[in-house]
């Protein structure tokens, strides 16, 4: 452990000036000279010799000698013995190996002790322990256990000794065990026997048997005795307040045991050393005796209830008694029906001793005030307030309300009792002369209407009326209402209660029907549109069902009228709800759903607000291609036609109507849709929209690209012909793994099928629970056959074959990286095959399949085909500028994924460099290489392209190319259009909507240069597919724009609407025009270094100034040829105030400048610009390194002399081999 100190040369002064003053001497240094320094030993003492002799042992060794304190280690060893009889793992073929070095590595870890284990000569085993103390102990009680044979002894002792081997808790025993390495088990109590087993080595057994012996040797020592003592005198030999018994004890050291007085026994018990409990009993004897012959009884009648009184608190009052007069008082149990008290001492003092029973007795009384119960709780006051008063002045007396009680009992001193007793009988009077209470009847079931929400009516009445109103629990069902307080006031209470009720009685409730659904929509967001009906209509209470019910009974309870009007009300917000709540699904191809959102949702946001409807989209990340509109029927169709126009208009879609009669229309769809769907994903993805069922409609719509419609149309027909003639269906099963198998890639496989049988064969779809179900539909024949070609196919994949392969071990990677995704793909396609590649490094080139023959066969070819690929794999690269890469990924990488999986190609982009311009400056030479040395040519070489814009292109040469140009096909390309300039703002349009729409609907970029640069370039930046479509909707814009233009007179504004908000816009208008003639400009020459003051933090100031003043005050920007202009516009008036202002405020600045200036002179100037004089440093004389050549200086690459703390040492080896 070290420490290190870091002084100062003020401080290392300090320091030399508390050393022995013979071994320092001082030196005075100025700046010009130095006086004799101090010698190297004067300022580094040298630390003590090791060997220092007994005399100078007592002196402070060396300056340092009296500072160092003895540091006591906190770990701890120790080494102890096992010899090779007790060895419990003598045969070992290596030692530190096996169960042995096992069990030492368990004792570290859970004890965080060190082990070192070594073999003596003769065999025996020593073992170190090192560590913290209690770890320590821990892992040697462990080692002995586990390690050394166990021997096992008994030890008898007395069975009253054993508690004492336990010790408080168990912590003796613990210790003992600890300390001795040994397991000692103690019979339990109710077991007769007095034996003690030890376990542990022979050595521990010996030294826990010691230990246990002795602690019963010391136990003997002690004695237990017992006196019989009539109880009656129990008293005298405790002594008032225990003092007499307390003092016995202390002088002998006996533990005295008297039984306290409610325990009806007569033994004392007396513990301790043997000679010294003899005294201690002859002296109780002494005093039982003495009292015996000397004392004696009388017999006195006290009324029961004042026996309490004579005991006093705790039983003070009787020690009392006893202490002033040697008299014992016996009072009998309270559950004893007997008055009499019995009274023993001296004949003298019997006396004064009945006096003070009498006295004691006398002193407390007992008495009732009569006050009807319903007043208590007021005598009481709020939280006790009232009844604090009396008690903090009498805090003796005890005052009791009993329930239901027309009076109050007050217990104490006899004075504080009738002072008491006056004030509260004057409180129960004034109480009744101001005070009233009424009982009312009101049916239980209206209660709590009259309480109502929150205690809200109830709690009105209270405040209003100044009244306590105590309506009874609901638990209670009772109908007595009472009402306390003001006589006036509880009149009025009952008056408003009792018409309250009268109404609550004429009123009438309502169930009305609302289909749950609507409930969470009628309450409202947090409730806010239930709390607008309930407040429209205050009177009338609606409940809605709880949830968990899946009830549709709202009900309503108030007055007819104001129930009914509400009833309507609600049926009316019922029926907007219904209107609005219309659904319609519209299927729209995903790809297309990104324009129907538009760039930041714009397009939807629109469609949404001007259609009035809410519609949703799927997630990004689901299969689903439905977009969900809900509103009014007529703005649901209305949004959902703006959807379609939209899908239209981006691709070339086509819709066809097909007649197919209604009745088939649910056996088209097939169930949960299988059928119909089976139909849409065969042909490309199109839609089929049946007419909703009911409408008695027979028109079908398929939507979709052209050639796709016309499939879907022809396979809709076949099938309807198909149900209409006879159609048969029949189910089978097949595990889902071989489903893909069964399809095909591209779904050949089943459309063989379907074409040599004619039978359509449905597959479930991935949400359908029986994922094993297949259904065939058809003509009966049709069906049986493919059913009989299915069957044939699966129980071909079930016939479960091994074979091999041989596959290049250069290959193998290809097929196991990504977690083996090329492994999950093949499985996935060829009916769960399994295939096994060799583990790496085994150099193995043999390949297992395992799966169904056909599947097996169909992945060995497929696998056969990614060798092709890969033998035949060539690297394309693609040079495309580094600023357009992520234009060409796409968003989330879209572009490159469909790239790679159109082409089966792999793209690898290059690392993006921070600084990607070309440096100007000449390359600098590094660690001594020659200019271009370590660079490629092509980094050299300035026409070439750099690094980080070449993009990877790995797979067949043939697809390379092609994916190379599709990627450059995707690099965005940039045009410039001329527009003239006063036409940009139009172009971009209020917050830029107009320049935003335009690049949505052309997906470009359109960059409009900066205002101040006047230009008429606008700049298209795009894919070259689009950009013409751009530049020509631009041009198009310009020409409407140029349109408008002529027709608008240039200095005429247009303002439309009510004449009479017209007109007034139009004087505001001429209002402001008429200022801004009026204004004016000046430029004011202001100091540029008080601009800052004058400003204030974030402009702060000087906004203020512009309010104030009405003005527009411009500061110079940084590098203006004038730094001191500063422009103020604004009315005349208003300016000329303002430059006034803020002159005056220059002024007032600049003396503060010029002041803050003037100082910076006399100040001294920072440290580095001084010249400063070269430090010597700290300097000493007779240093080591300034030896002359008669005394040798130390070898600093010598070990012996500077001893290295960071040198490697040899690592010890531990007996169980090295550590894992």
Same mark, same amino acid.
């Given at each position: ?982 036409? =940009?703002?139009?172009? #971009? *349009? ?5 320049? @935003? !729409?335009?690049? /949505? $609907? &052309?997906? %470009?970029? +359109? ?83 008080? =601009?800052?003051?004058? #400003? *204030? ?5 000087? @906004? !203020?100034?512009? /309010? $104030? &003043?009405? %003005?527009? +005050? ?107």
């Amino acid at each position: 452990m070290s420490s290190v100190a870091v002084l100062t040369q003020e401080s290392f002064a300090e320091h030399r000036s508390g050393l022995v003053p013979q071994q320092i001497k001082v030196a005075t240094l100025n700046s010009e000279e130095e006086s004799d320094p101090p010698t190297y030993k004067d300022a580094f003492p040298p630390l003590p010799e090791k060997a220092a002799c007994l005399e100078s042992a007592q002196e402070p060794a060396g300056a340092w000698g009296n500072k160092i304190r003895p540091i006591k280690a906190s770990v701890i060893t120790q080494v102890f013995h096992v010899p090779l009889e007790e060895r419990k793992y003598k045969d070992m073929n290596q030692f530190g190996e096996g169960e042995q070095a096992k069990i030492c590595l368990e004792i570290m870890q859970r004890t965080g002790a060190h082990l070192e284990l070594s073999l003596a000569k003769d065999q025996g085993l020593s073992i170190m322990v090192s560590g913290k103390l209690d770890a320590v102990m821990k892992a040697r009680k462990d080692i002995v256990a586990r390690l050394q044979t166990q021997a096992s002894a008994t030890v008898a002792i007395p069975k009253e000794h054993h508690r004492f081997v336990i010790g408080k808790n168990g912590e003796k025993l613990q210790d003992l065990e600890l300390k001795t390495a040994t397991k000692i088990q103690i019979p339990r109590p109710d077991d007769p026997s007095n034996q003690i087993k030890i376990t542990g080595t022979k050595e521990g057994i010996e030294k826990a048997r010691h230990e246990v012996l002795l602690i019963s040797a010391e136990q003997d020592k002690r004695a237990v005795e017992r006196l019989e003592v009539e109880k009656a005198f129990h008293p005298f030999i405790a002594g008032p307040y225990n003092r007499l018994v307390g003092e016995i004890m202390q002088e002998t050291g006996t533990r005295i045991n008297i039984p306290p007085p409610s325990v009806n026994r007569t033994e004392i018990v007396f513990t301790g050393e043997k000679e010294q409990l003899a005294q201690a009993v002859a002296r109780i004897k002494k005093i039982y005796e003495e009292k015996k012959k000397k004392t004696t009884t009388i017999a006195v009648e006290v009324k029961k209830s004042q026996h309490k009184y004579v005991i006093g608190p705790k039983g003070n009052s009787l020690q009392e008694i006893l202490e002033r007069t040697g008299v014992s008082v016996e009072i009998p149990p309270s559950d004893s029906i007997s008055e009499t008290v019995i009274l023993r001492g001296e004949p003298e003092k019997l006396g004064q001793a009945l006096t003070e029973v009498y006295a004691k007795a006398n002193s407390f009384t007992v008495s009732s005030v009569a006050a009807p119960s319903w007043l208590h709780r007021f005598i009481i006051g709020k939280k006790g307030q009232n009844l604090a008063k009396i008690t903090q002045q009498m805090p003796k007396v005890h005052i009791e309300f009993t329930e239901g009680e027309d009076k109050i009992t007050l217990e104490g001193p006899t004075e504080d009792v009738n002072v008491a007793q006056e004030q509260i009988e004057g409180m129960v009077k004034d109480l009744i002369n101001r005070m009233d209470y009424v009982e009312i009847n009101i049916d239980h079931k209206f209660h709590r209407h009259l309480i109502g929400k929150s205690g809200a009516n109830i709690n009105r009445i209270k405040d209003q009326y100044k009244v306590s109103v105590r309506i009874p629990p609901d638990s209670e069902k009772s109908n007595l209402i009472r009402i306390e307080g003001d006589p006036q006031g509880v009149q009025q209470a009952k008056r408003e209660l009792l018409e309250l009720a009268s109404r609550m009685e004429n009123e009438r409730t309502k169930d009305l029907i609302i289909e749950q659904r609507f409930h969470r929509t009628i309450i409202g967001q947090k409730g806010e549109r239930i709390r607008e009906i309930r407040d429209k209509f205050p009177e009338v209470i609606i409940n809605f069902p709880d949830p968990a019910q899946k009830s549709d009974i709202v009900q309503l309870r108030g007055p007819k009228n104001e129930v009914e009007k509400c009833t309507k009300y609600m049926q009316k917000m019922v029926a907007d709800l219904v209107e609005n709540s219309y659904s319609i699904s519209v299927p729209i191809f995903k790809q297309f759903h990104k324009n129907i959102i538009g760039k930041g949702g714009a397009n939807i946001k629109k469609i949404r607000e001007e259609s009035n409807t809410k519609i949703d989209l799927p997630a990004e990340n689901s299969n689903s291609e439905t977009i969900i509109i809900t509103g009014k029927r007529a703005n649901c169709e209305a949004a959902r036609s703006r959807i379609l126009s939209i899908q239209k208009d981006l691709a070339n879609i086509a819709e066809v109507e097909v007649s197919i009669p209604a009745k088939l229309h649910n056996s088209l769809i097939g169930t949960k849709g299988r059928l119909i769907r089976s139909i849409m994903e065969e042909c490309g993805g199109v839609h089929i929209h049946f007419p909703v069922e009911g409408s008695g409609s027979d028109t079908v719509v398929i939507r979709g690209p052209s050639s796709d419609v016309e499939k879907a149309k022809k396979q809709l027909l076949h099938l309807a012909e198909e149900k209409q003639t006879k159609s048969f269906t029949v189910d089978i099963r097949a595990k889902p793994e071989y489903h893909k198998f069964l399809i095909g890639k591209g779904g050949g496989k089943i459309r063989k099928v379907r074409d040599s049988t004619g039978a359509r064969v449905i597959f479930p779809a991935a949400e359908d629970k029986d994922q094993d179900l297949i259904t065939i539909i058809g003509k009966e024949d049709a069906v049986r056959e493919a059913q009989k070609e299915l069957e044939a196919l699966i129980q071909n994949l079930d016939n479960v074959v091994e074979d091999s392969m041989l596959v290049d071990p250069k290959h193998h990677r290809h097929f196991v990286i990504r977690r083996g995704q090329v492994l999950r793909e093949i499985a996935e396609e060829y009916g769960g095959v399994m295939v096994s590649f060799p583990r790496s490094g085994t150099q193995s080139d043999k390949v297992t399949l395992k799966g169904a023959k056909d599947c097996v066969e169909a992945a060995k070819k497929r696998i056969q085909e990614i060798i092709e690929d890969l033998e035949a794999q060539v690297t394309l690269e693609c040079a495309i500028p580094q600023k357009f890469h992520r234009s060409v990924m796409g968003p989330k990488g879209s572009r490159i994924q469909q790239i790679t999986r159109d082409f089966s190609v792999q793209i690898k982009f290059p690392d993006r460099e921070e600084n990607a311009v070309h440096s100007t400056e000449p390359v600098v030479q590094e660690n001594g290489d020659e200019a271009g040395e370590g660079r490629e040519a092509k980094d050299s070489d300035p026409g070439s392209p750099r690094r980080c814009d070449i993009i990877i292109i790995s797979g067949r040469k043939e697809k390379c190319e092609a994916a190379k140009e599709a990627l450059e096909a995707l690099v965005p390309v940039t045009i410039e259009v001329e527009v003239p300039f006063d036409l =940009h703002r139009y172009v #971009i *349009g209020q917050k830029g909507s107009g320049i @935003r !729409k335009m690049m /949505d $609907e &052309f997906e %470009v970029n +359109i960059h409009v240069p900066a205002p101040e640069l006047q230009s008429d370039i606008i700049a298209i930046t795009g894919l070259a597919a689009n950009l013409d479509r751009a530049k020509a909707g631009l041009l198009e814009r310009v020409k409407e724009l140029q349109a408008e233009q002529e027709d608008r007179p240039q200095d005429q504004i247009t303002i439309t609407g009510y004449e009479k908000n017209t007109e007034a816009a139009r004087d505001a208008i001429l209002r402001i025009v008429g200022e801004l003639e009026q204004m004016v400009s000046e430029d004011v020459p202001l100091d540029h270094r008080v =601009h800052a003051r004058i #400003i *204030g933090a974030r402009g702060k100031a000087i @906004r !203020k100034i512009m /309010d $104030e &003043f009405k %003005v527009d +005050i411009r500061f110079p920007q940084s590098g203006a040829p004038d730094p001191n202009c500063v422009t103020v516009t604004g009315l005349p008036e208003n300016v000329e105030e303002a430059i006034d202002h803020i002159l005056n405020l220059e002024e007032e600045y600049l003396a503060d400048v010029v002041d803050s200036e003037a100082l910076q002179v006399y100040m001294k100037p920072p440290a580095h610009e001084e010249a400063k004089a070269p430090s010597r440093g700290f300097v000493v004389r007779d240093a080591p390194w300034t030896a002359s050549s008669s005394e040798k200086a130390p070898d600093m690459s010598s070990s012996e002399e500077f001893p290295s703390f960071g040198a490697q040492v040899a690592p010890k080896t531990l007996p169980w081999g090295p550590k894992r």
